[in-house]
């Protein structure tokens, strides 16, 4: 078993909190971590997807309050947004009893925005965290090109073979296309969704161009911000913002947009091993957003994430903003010899980055030129990873 990052961070989030609320997409290992930790206490699990563990709580207020003693943890809890009031009350009771932390243990598979709305009734009362998809920390450096190609989901990454792994993929996809996403109240067909999926895999890391999708689907620009913004709450999709803090200059404002998981984007393109990816225009985007997705999952708290772009070319894929005011401009390359171009040595002469990187698929650490180091993305993400210790 991989050993997950966020999993001293949760243990000490649970001692600490009477409610924690861990979020994630499907099948990225968060039942497997709860029940790790449930075994290690006193402990219930409910599966609210379950009709038979759901009618438990016919009178949830009652049948919890026989388990206050132990670490509760509820699965997919946004399918009864309903019992974060009754939450409430069992947990101020607690309180008044000196019950301070290890109550709930709250598993959903919105995005934390989502989670918080439904939750609005437990403010000052829980901690809130975010498992992902492996990351390169957790696999490893020879790993990092199989997590590349087939992502980070544990099903997909620990498969046996490259087509069996591709198999998961789709099976995931259709999945979530064909139950789970009706189950958070959307109406959009799943082919449709499908579709629009499909369509920004295929413009993996670009800016987002809404009239081009809307021509394209048939639909009206508020569908495509619909469609959007249901595939960013379900934490599929991510919106990188375009950094917006220098007036002196004409600024991209449109958001890069990216399908968070290489794995899944390869899947929606076909695309079944390293060598067909490593042939299709898609591979130096996908490269480029498997790398801004390992970094922001290390971003220390407090810390902000943007690209920058002016109307003169000036250009950085990544801008890195540290608690504290340190700012980090991250080049992408795929080539094993990187090069950047004048425009980035243009954007860093606006923003004065206090560091400069260019990642590369390589493992070797070297300076490109006195202001700017090439080096490994398991590399840089350790470097981020000593900034937020």
């Known amino acids: 078993m991989i050993q997950r990052r966020i999993q001293s961070q949760l243990l000490a989030a649970i001692d600490h909190n009477p409610a924690v609320a861990l979020i994630g997409p499907r099948q990225v290992g968060k039942t497997t971590l709860a029940l790790d930790i449930a075994a290690t206490r006193p402990s219930l699990y409910l599966d609210l997807e379950s009709p038979s563990q759901r009618a438990k709580l016919s009178d949830p207020e ?95 990454y620990l498969a046996p073979n490259d087509p069996l792994s591709f198999a998961w993929r789709g099976d995931f996809l259709r999945t979530y296309l064909e139950r789970d996403i009706p189950q958070f109240g959307s109406r959009v067909p799943a082919e449709t969704l499908r579709r629009f999926w ?4 295929h413009n993996q890391a670009t800016t987002l161009n809404a009239a081009a999708l809307a021509q394209s689907l048939g639909i009206d620009g508020k569908s495509v911000a619909r469609y959007l913004d249901l595939l960013v709450n379900l934490l599929l999709v991510y919106r990188l913002p375009p950094w917006a803090q220098n007036a002196g200059k004409r600024l991209v404002k449109t958001p890069k947009v990216f399908v968070r998981d290489t794995g899944l984007v390869h899947a929606l393109l076909g695309l079944v091993n390293k060598e067909q990816l490593l042939s299709h225009p898609v591979a130096g985007p996908s490269w480029e957003s498997f790398v801004i997705e390992n970094l922001l999952r290390l971003l220390p708290q407090g810390g902000s994430a943007n690209f920058y772009r002016t109307a003169a070319g000036a250009e950085i894929d990544l801008v890195l903003t540290l608690p504290g005011g340190q700012l980090w401009a991250v080049e992408i390359k795929r080539s094993s010899a990187p090069q950047v171009a004048r425009g980035f040595y243009q954007a860093c002469a606006d923003l004065q980055p206090t560091r400069r990187f260019v990642v590369y698929p390589g493992a070797e650490r070297f300076p490109l030129n006195a202001e700017t180091e090439v080096l490994s993305l398991s590399e840089l993400a350790r470097l981020l990873q000593s900034e937020a210790a």
């Not at 499909?198 to 895999?201: E, H, I, N, R």
């Open 62 to 156: 009652r049948y919890l309050a026989e388990h206050e003693n132990e670490l509760v943890v509820l699965d997919e809890v946004h399918r009864a947004p309903e019992i974060f009031q009754v939450l409430r009350g069992l947990i101020d009771r607690g309180r008044r009893q000196g019950k301070t932390g290890g109550r709930f243990l709250l598993l959903g598979s919105a995005s934390m925005d989502l989670l918080k709305q439904s939750g609005e009734s437990l403010a000052g009362r829980i901690a809130y965290l975010e498992l992902t998809p492996f990351d390169v920390l957790e696999t490893g450096v020879d790993e990092l090109e199989t997590l590349w190609v087939r992502g980070g989901f544990p099903g997909s």
């Open 198 to 201: 499909t369509m920004l895999a």
